[in-house]
Each structure stands twice: as C-alpha cells, then as structure tokens.
C-alpha cells in the first residue's frame, strides 16, 4: 500500500505538470517579475553546436511551468518561514518596509561613473554650472548594528574627490526612510519637500512658492515585492501638478512623439513608477511654454530624476533629461535637439545602486 | 542535462519511465540507450560523438581481447592508451603546455578545449570494463547496443557513481522491478535531490556571500569552508542518491557511493565513505596492480603517494588537486604508520580533527590559486582580523537552520530516527500515509526552489 502511496505522490506531480506544462499556452510576460518570460526556442545547427538551444529549453521549461508565481510564492515561504532566512533574492523586510542588500562598494563602477561623467561634461560643457546630488538607497536609514550595508561615507568621499570641479549638493539628511515606497527602491515625489528646497537654494532658483493639486493613482507593486513573499498591500503613488506642468510638453526623442509629464495609465505598465515622465528613457526634452525665465538645465540622470523634475519644471524654459544607461554619450553629439551652449545649469542626479552598478552607462 | 532542473524532472524522467514501462521487456536496454543519449545531446551535443566512439571502441576492444587472446595484453595497452590519451587531450592538455610555457619559457600555443562532460566518469567506466575482460573477471557484453546502454546509462553517465560492468552485467540481459523497488527508487531520487536543491545550493549560495564580505572576519573564514565542505557534500551525494534511486527504478543495483563521510573516525575512514566507487576503483585498478601493501614499506608509501596524486589529478587540471591529493597521501600515511592508535584510544578527539582535517582539504580543493590557499589558512588564524562582523552575522543567521540540518543530515541520526518509528505499530501505520505525503510535499517545494533559483550548479559535473 505504502510503495504504491508513494509512486502515486510522486510520479502524480511529474506526468500532472507534464501534462498541464505542455497544454498551457505560453505567457509572454511575468508582471510579478516584471519580465519578459522565455519563449520557445528557434531551432539552428548553430544553437544546436554552441550549446544555447537546449540551454534555452531549460529556460523556457522553468519559466513557463504552471502555477510558476505560486510556486515562487511557496519558496518565498519556506524559505523565511521555515529556514528562517532574512532575506530572499537579496531583499530584507525590515516593519513594513523592502529594502535590497547592497554590502559592497564596486570600485570598478564608481570609476566608470566618474569618468564617464567627467569626459561627458568636458565634451560638450564646461561652462555651465554644474551641480550634482547622490541619492542614498533606503537601506541608508537602516540599523548599521544590525543590517549590513555599504560604506557609504566612503563611497561619497570617492565621488566628491573626483568631481571636485562641480558643486555638490548632499540629500542624504533631506530623505528618511519614509521617503521610499515600502515595495520599491525609488523614493515618494509629495516626501521631496525637502530635497526639492535643497536644490532650488544650492542652484540659485527662485524661492516662488506654487500652488499644487495632489493626484493619485493606485494600486502601485513596486520592484521588490515580487521578489520576497510579503503582505504589503499596493501602494499609492501621489503626485503633485498644476497648469504650468500640465501644459508642459514633454518630446520623448526615442518615440518622437510629444507626451504629458505624467501619465496615470501607465500604472498598469510592467513598471508602474512610468507614471512619471513614461519611465526609461533615453532623451527628454521638456518646454514649458509658461517659463518667466530662459534658463536651461540638462539632467544626467537614472530613475529617480523622474519623479523629482517634474517639480523643477516652472524654474526652467527647457529642461533636457539624458539617461545614459539607454543612450551613449558619443551620440549625443548627434542629437542637434541638445542645445549645450545656452544651458545654464546641469545636474548630475544618481542614485547608488546605478553608481555602484555603472556598467549600462555608455 | 541536470537533475535538478524542471526539463528533467518533469518531461525526460516522467517520458523515459512511461515508455520504458509501456514497450516490452526486450526493447528496454533500447528504450534507455535512447533517452540516455538524447540526456547527453541535450547537455553536450557536439560530444555526443565521442561518448558514441568509447561506446563502439570499447565493446570492440573487449571482443577482440577475446577473440585474439594472444595479443590480449597488446590490446588492453593500446586500449588504454586510447581512452586515457583522449582524457588527457580533453582534460589535461592545456594543463601541462601552460606548465611546459611557465617552466621552459616556450609559447606552445593553448588549444581551444572544452571538455566533454562526465568523460572522467565513463572513461573509468570503460577502462575498467576492458581490464575486466582481460582478466577474464567478466563476459563482455551480449552486442554494442547493451554495452553501450551500461556505458551511456544516464542516471550515471555524467557524474557517477563510476557502475562497474561486473555489478550490473548481469542485470543488463536480465533484470526485473516490482512496485518495492520503483517506491524506494523515486523516494531515493527525491531525497537526493532535496540534498541537492535544498542544502547544496543554499550553503553554496550562503559561501559565495561569505566570499563576497565587504570585510571578512575570521568566523567568516571557517563558516565559508564549513559551507563550502557542506556544499559539495550534499551537491555530490545527493547526485549519488539520485543517480542510485533512477537505477532502482530501472530495476539496476548501483553500489552506495557515500556512507556518511563526515562522520569518519580517520581520514582512512573517511576515504572508505567517500566517493567510494572512485576510491575502490584506484584500489582494485592501480594501488593493487602497483603491489598495494605487500612489498614493503617503502614502496607501500610510493604506491600510496601514486594513488592519491592520481586521485587528486582526476578531479582536475590543476596544481590545487595535486596538492589535495597529496594532502591526502601525507595524511594517510601518518595515520598509517603513526597516529591511527592514538585515534582508536580517543574517539571524539578522532571524530573532531578527522572533521577538522577534512575541512581543511575542501580549502585546498577549492580554491585553484596557491597563494588564495595560504591567504585562507592564514585568515583562519589571524587573530588581527576582527572575530566578526555585522555583515558576518546577518550571513549566519541568514543560513543557520541550513547549517543545522546540514549537521543533522551528516550523519546516520534521522535513518535511525526513521527506522524507529517505521518499526513502532503505530509509527507502520502512521508513515503508510504519511511518507508519501511527506515526499510529494518535498518534490513541490524543491520543484518551488528550482524555479526561483539562479544559483544551480553540479559541482562534479566539472570533473
């Protein structure tokens, strides 16, 4: 009785899953993971002799197995519940809150950053002011008795040391922990009072206060939560407009198409913090036909720029955003949209974890 | 193909046990020849062609140690010479012109070699066929097409145990399976893979984050080789076990390849419990023919040193395998002539520094620089680094009920525990239930790991 119990248990689940796994129609995309998920694979003599072909079948096997994010769901289970793990796929829970480990400075990175920044600017201005602001991590605000975390003192002082030409702007006592969504790395646009007043005072703006309207469009999963079981709700994402952002324009170069600054739709996008600025792009040009200045400011910047420009708009005529992890710096010269004479500021806007993982930045 | 991966658990095995059970009994030597090659093609196609000429060269050089009996010893010399010389070209090759460059200051050019997977493995399986033949201890097999199904047999073909033909000849023209054999066959294979899945991987990963230390400490040292020996122990015997649990299922009776190791007693022990279908295969094959301990001291000592460079060498090319093996020889040596009594006398102090000893030896087996070799050992030591650190404490506590059942598991404990209660009334009846529950439920979480996991490797798969 037993031994055939156990033939039933256990080759059951293997011809089940066979059967359901080749029945099921292929899913293209992961939205837990925010992913594309592996497709079957094309056949060739090629991928046949370099060894991809069946390498890819594995791929393909594994993400399309069924039920795959309830399975996901269960390791995540076992993994803290009953091996006791803190964290799973390098991301900790810490209250209410996801954070990602990041331990180690990558020397090699922050060089990258720091010279390719550098020879940018010198290329194609020298002469503007140039400004240019770290943003921690979250797990900056962490426990350092408890929570091991980058040496972040060190990591600065290396960048300042070689930017020392430009002028630093520190963020680091204008953010707290509660600045962060609870489920993602990037930080809440209505916490950046702060920060946004730091920057206007260190880059000369006006102190013009603006009426603002607060919207919301819900429900946000940031990129850590599919990435540790947890039972944080969705969130929020709130964002302050008014007339001058609203009748700002927005030309996406890559999709030469002109866009809003915010876009509520795109909540449903892989990646639901695209509701600002349409998320990664490579070249943005922002008018605001509204401007009482003619100032111009170019952003070198990652993801977190996104949601902190659109508040910088008023103080500009024309604001450029460059992500270089999706644009490299050589071709920008072939951009004639850049007007790089008569910018008068730039600012280089990075968070840590692009800094410490440079490598995209071309 | 591996063993912990979704394409073999549930589309090859589920596909190779239905046909083999569906087709009748003479078709089934075909029906695993088949799948076993398609296993090979799928991981290694290009190489499928030089499993398919030992497969055809071996069968052939066994007939014709039969057929011309007087040239045997010739063929036997230029058999092995083959099989040996196509190891040395895939494995060993580059090896020794990077060493022949270093020393004489020449630049013979490095070829561009990837080695074919598990040809360690079924060269010795081979060899020792062909030598098996020659000493009239077996009969070859009945065509090519059953050697090659005992040659090629995937749950052995890429990382062992090394199946000698004499232990499964017999079973190869004729063998039978019942319900008790297919049942303990899949609980085997799903231990092992649990083995595999859900201690190797995860003390692998716990090791790399130790490496990984922005600042290491001395416990993260020990904490790394204790990971690391963990690591390998469970990603090896748990392959074992599933490679032994396919076999039974098949209706094949491979030999145990683990036997708790460390656990040992002495490092001889040890070796009687590791990797035991290697060990006893340079015992019968190389340290016996060599004299073993019958001609003295002196050249008990030579042969030892021979086997153990030998052993050493075999796992790869490079001086770190060298040093372990002879690591190994030194060490059995000492035991041999010195310290094995005091050891009897003192049974935990045995079972400690045995553990210690073995430790020690998977630092060397390791790590491929000799300088990161004594860098280690020295860290283990030096009492100017700090003892630890946050981040070596969030990694310890991070692992630590994957340490504690790595330790449990070591040893005979939870069989005995098991035993127990299978032989209680009330324990019979309970597990009739309860085990294939138990079992079902370990094949879903580990099938939960392999899809979530990135870190997946085989470590003998190298060798």
Redesign the interface.
Known sequence: MKDKLTILCILGPMFLFCTLGILKPADELSKEERRKLEQMPEFSTASILDNTYFSKWNDYLTDQFPYRTEFRRLKGMISLNLFQKKEENNVIQVDDSLYELNTKIDQKSVDHFTELLQKTIETYNKSANIYYSIIPDKTYYLDDAIIPKLDYEKLVSQINEEFREYTYISLFEELTKESYYQTDIHWKQPELKEVLEKLKKEMGLSDTTYTWTKEEVSPFYGALKSRIPNNIDGEVITYYTNDIIEQASVYNYEKQWVEKVYQKENINNLDGYDVFLSGASPLLFIENKNATTDKELIVFRDSFASSLVPLLIPEYQKITLIDLRYISSDYLKKVLEIDWQNTTDILLLYSIPVINSSYALK | ?VFS???F???F???C??CYFLVPTRFRNKILLIFSLFFYF?????YIIVLIFSCIFNYYSGNFILKYPRKKKLILIANLIINFGCLFYFKYFNFFITNINNLLNTELPILQIIMPIGISFFTFQAASYVIDIYKGKVKPAKNVFDFATYLTLFPQLIAGPIVRYETVAEEMENRTTN??M???G??K??IGLGKKVLIAN?LGAFATSLE???APTVLSFWLKALAYTFQIYYDFSGYSDMAIGIGLVFGFHFLENFNYPLIAKSITDFWRRWHISLSSWFKDYVYIPLGGNRLGIKKQIRNILIVWLITGFWHGASWNFVIWGLYFAILLILEKFIWQKFLDKHKVFAHISTFILILFSFIIFQTESLNDIFLTFQNMFNFDLPFTN??TN??L??????LILAFVGMGPWLKKLYSKIADSKIGKKV???V???A??AL???I???????SYNPFLYFRF
Do not use: H, R
Request: aromatic share 14%; glycine share 2%.
């Open positions: 193909m991966s979704i394409a658990i549930y589309y095995l589920p596909l046990i239905l799928y991981g290694e196609s290009k319900v008790q297919i049942s303990a899949l609980k294979f799903i995860l990984a230390l922005t946050v981040e969030f990694y506590s991070n692992y630590v009920v994957i597990l009739v239930v085990e294939p529950i079992l079902m094949l879903l979480v099938t939960s790991f392999i899809i979530d996991d």
